[in-house]
């Protein structure tokens, strides 16, 4: 395959004498417009934003004159022309670019100002297709990719937080920019139409209901860089991908320190937990370490409810992660402070609870205005060694289930309703997970076990100690219902369960020793239900 070369070395330092700016967001373009117009540069622009520089009584020229063609066909061509991306590609350094640009009258650009029609907003609030496909930008791309790389003569901006360091390598040099800078910005400039470029073909896969297009790209766009990422010597950033479910990445840090790797890991982990419990049903919590519950549960009032999750747990739940699916009240607020703990996490936070919580500066508050919709539709995706692994959302709920009674006795009403509870606790455990649920509130649970049988163990552990710590005569699985997020390939991890005092179990069901785990139920008067539905979560 013939590889294109051109081994022309690109100067250090590039004149700016003649600019192209055309943008949708106009944040700070008129000071920069100004700016450059006081240093001699000639002003290009297009549609609203040549309105807008005129308007500030600047002299810019309008692109249809250097083309020679009108905008046409609602503004969908006015930069697509050889004497705009001529300007910008042309090699100053090359005879024959050189000669080109003469025979055709093509005038070098050396900055380019672009950024891009809203894609990623009219999507967010749910635009309909012929306006999301109208907000799909063309020539914004197109000017974006030749400026770049072009890059060796012309720079080119997308940020309007940029503005400010391009008028200040101006000033150091004499109104030149530096190779190095017009380097970064170039990479900045692809990275970001490749962003766009992912959002709008995961949107056309989405809507298309394609679930597995050929090629998938994720994109994102720069929230915060980290001091560090799980362990202290990994690198780490938080990106955005724009997709507006309310959680970490949306939510306003009202107080404390900046996030951490593991806290946006944990957070996001609470929240979703938190959101399986509708908060007109009742107030629930949900408190998380390393990404798994030590306690959920639901109450009268919400500090009801954090005092019960606390209370399956109370060591582990030291510096953990906090999430509510209402509002923090003061009452709770005073409740949370007691304890170590590293971020809280709620739909809304009232003035008398802000005010509590400062006594704790390095404490995180976060507001995230709303609760994710645990039945939306959406993607996860992860990284393997060369590749990505891409699934949709588990948003499968217990309650649209239909739950198939496989043992001789049915549940009673508040066994069914502690099974639901453990299950959907259970879809945010890591497997093996099994948890035990009693009343509205988990009685232990048994997380990323190879074995179903230790998991089971493991949560029966856990609710012994926490029955000690609370002075009970019996650990809270003593009359509970228990949830395996995945079926019971053997009768061993029922017995372990039955062991720890559970009176009915729910599971998916789907082994091929389902009959000798219903026999074992039957044979201990245990009430079992089927859901059908798996939800291992690793």
Same mark, same amino acid.
């Given at each position: 395959?013939?590889?294109?070369?051109?081994?022309?070395?690109?100067?250090?330092?590039?004149?700016?004498?003649?600019?192209?700016?055309?943008?949708?967001?106009?944040?700070?373009?008129?000071?920069?417009?100004? $700016?450059?117009?006081?240093?001699? =540069?000639?002003?290009?622009?297009?549609?609203? !934003? &040549?309105?807008?520089?005129?308007?500030?009584?600047? $002299?810019?020229?309008?692109?249809?004159?250097?083309?020679?063609?009108?905008?046409?066909?609602?503004?969908?061509?006015?930069? +697509?022309?050889?004497?705009?991306?001529?300007?910008?590609?042309?090699?100053? %350094?090359?005879?024959?670019?050189?000669?080109?640009?003469?025979?055709?009258?093509?005038?070098?650009?050396?900055?380019?100002?672009?950024?891009?029609?809203?894609?990623?907003?009219?999507?967010?609030?749910?635009?309909?297709?012929?306006? !999301?496909?109208?907000?799909?930008?063309?020539?914004?791309?197109?000017?974006?990719? *030749?400026?770049?790389?072009?890059?060796?003569?012309?720079?080119?901006? @997308?940020?309007?937080?940029?503005?400010?360091?391009? +008028?200040?390598?101006?000033?150091?040099?004499?109104?030149?920019? *530096?190779?190095?800078? /017009?380097?970064?910005?170039?990479?900045?400039?692809?990275?970001?139409?490749?962003?766009?470029?992912?959002?709008?073909?995961?949107?056309?896969?989405?809507?298309?209901?394609?679930?597995?297009?050929?090629?998938?790209?994720?994109?994102? *766009?720069?929230?915060?860089?980290? /001091?560090?990422?799980?362990?202290?010597?990994?690198?780490?950033?938080?990106?955005?991908?724009?997709?507006?479910?309310?959680?970490?990445?949306?939510?306003?840090?009202?107080?404390?320190?900046?996030?951490?790797?593991?806290?946006?890991?944990?957070?996001?982990?609470?929240?979703?937990?938190?959101?399986? &419990?509708?908060?007109?049903?009742?107030?629930?919590?949900?408190?998380?370490?390393?990404?798994?519950?030590?306690?959920?549960?639901?109450?009268?009032? +919400?500090?009801?409810?954090?005092?019960?999750? #606390?209370?399956?747990?109370?060591?582990?739940?030291?510096?953990?992660?906090?999430? +509510?699916?209402?509002?923090? %009240?003061?009452?709770?607020?005073?409740?949370?402070?007691?304890?170590? !703990?590293?971020?809280?996490?709620?739909?809304?936070? !009232?003035?008398?609870?802000?005010?509590?919580?400062?006594?704790?500066?390095?404490?995180? #508050?976060?507001?995230?205005?709303?609760?994710? %919709?645990?039945?939306? $539709?959406?993607?996860?995706?992860?990284?393997?060694?060369?590749?990505?692994?891409?699934?949709?959302?588990?948003?499968?709920?217990?309650?649209?289930?239909?739950?198939? =009674?496989?043992?001789?006795?049915?549940?009673?009403?508040?066994?069914?309703?502690?099974?639901?509870?453990?299950?959907?606790?259970?879809?945010?455990?890591?497997?093996? $997970?099994?948890?035990?649920?009693?009343?509205?509130? @988990?009685?232990?649970?048994?997380?990323?076990?190879?074995?179903?049988?230790?998991?089971?163990?493991?949560?029966? #552990?856990?609710?012994?100690?926490?029955?000690?710590?609370?002075?009970?005569?019996?650990?809270?699985?003593?009359?509970?219902?228990?949830?395996?997020?995945?079926?019971?390939?053997?009768?061993?991890?029922?017995?372990?369960?039955?062991? *720890?005092?559970?009176?009915?179990?729910?599971?998916?069901?789907?082994?091929?020793?389902?009959?000798?785990?219903?026999?074992?139920?039957?044979?201990?008067?245990?009430?079992?239900?089927?859901?059908?539905? /798996?939800?291992?979560?690793?």
């Amino acid at each position: 395959m013939a590889v294109i070369s051109k081994k022309i070395p690109a100067p250090d330092k590039v004149e700016i004498k003649t600019a192209l700016i055309s943008v949708f967001d106009k944040t700070g373009i008129v000071d920069l417009a100004h $700016a450059l117009s006081a240093r001699g =540069v000639r002003l290009l622009s297009t549609g609203g !934003t &040549f309105k807008a520089i005129t308007a500030a009584g600047l $002299a810019v020229t309008d692109v249809s004159q250097i083309t020679g063609f009108p905008e046409i066909m609602d503004g969908r061509v006015k930069t +697509l022309h050889p004497t705009v991306h001529g300007g910008l590609l042309a090699i100053r %350094d090359d005879s024959e670019h050189q000669d080109a640009m003469k025979q055709h009258g093509i005038e070098g650009i050396d900055l380019a100002v672009i950024n891009l029609y809203p894609f990623e907003e009219v999507r967010a609030a749910g635009g309909d297709y012929p306006t !999301t496909v109208e907000n799909i930008d063309i020539g914004g791309p197109a000017m974006i990719r *030749a400026s770049a790389k072009n890059h060796a003569y012309v720079t080119i901006l @997308t940020d309007p937080a940029d503005y400010a360091e391009l +008028l200040e390598q101006l000033s150091a040099d004499d109104g030149k920019t *530096a190779y190095a800078f /017009r380097q970064r910005m170039a990479a900045k400039a692809y990275a970001r139409t490749a962003a766009y470029d992912a959002m709008i073909s995961n949107w056309f896969a989405e809507a298309l209901s394609i679930d597995t297009p050929r090629h998938r790209v994720i994109g994102g *766009a720069l929230k915060e860089e980290m /001091r560090y990422g799980e362990n202290p010597h990994q690198k780490a950033a938080f990106y955005v991908t724009g997709e507006r479910r309310p959680g970490v990445s949306t939510a306003a840090l009202l107080q404390g320190k900046q996030l951490s790797y593991n806290n946006i890991n944990d957070t996001d982990a609470a929240y979703e937990l938190v959101a399986e &419990f509708l908060p007109e049903k009742a107030p629930a919590c949900a408190i998380i370490k390393h990404a798994n519950p030590c306690g959920v549960a639901t109450g009268s009032t +919400l500090v009801e409810a954090y005092r019960r999750a #606390l209370a399956c747990d109370s060591v582990s739940a030291f510096g953990g992660i906090i999430a +509510l699916n209402r509002t923090l %009240d003061a009452e709770t607020a005073e409740e949370i402070v007691k304890l170590f !703990t590293e971020v809280i996490i709620a739909p809304d936070v !009232t003035e008398e609870a802000k005010a509590i919580v400062a006594r704790k500066p390095n404490l995180r #508050l976060l507001s995230a205005g709303g609760l994710p %919709d645990p039945r939306a $539709a959406g993607l996860t995706a992860k990284t393997v060694s060369g590749g990505l692994l891409v699934q949709s959302r588990d948003n499968g709920m217990v309650e649209d289930l239909e739950l198939k =009674v496989v043992t001789r006795r049915a549940p009673t009403a508040q066994e069914l309703d502690d099974m639901k509870f453990a299950f959907k606790v259970g879809k945010h455990v890591k497997s093996n $997970a099994v948890v035990y649920a009693k009343d509205g509130q @988990t009685a232990g649970i048994g997380a990323g076990q190879m074995s179903r049988v230790d998991s089971a163990r493991i949560a029966a #552990l856990k609710a012994e100690e926490a029955a000690k710590a609370l002075g009970l005569a019996v650990p809270m699985t003593h009359g509970s219902a228990v949830a395996s997020e995945a079926f019971l390939p053997f009768a061993d991890g029922l017995l372990s369960m039955i062991a *720890a005092g559970a009176t009915a179990v729910i599971q998916p069901g789907g082994s091929m020793r389902d009959q000798e785990v219903i026999d074992a139920a039957n044979e201990h008067g245990i009430a079992m239900v089927f859901t059908g539905m /798996r939800h291992f979560r690793h």
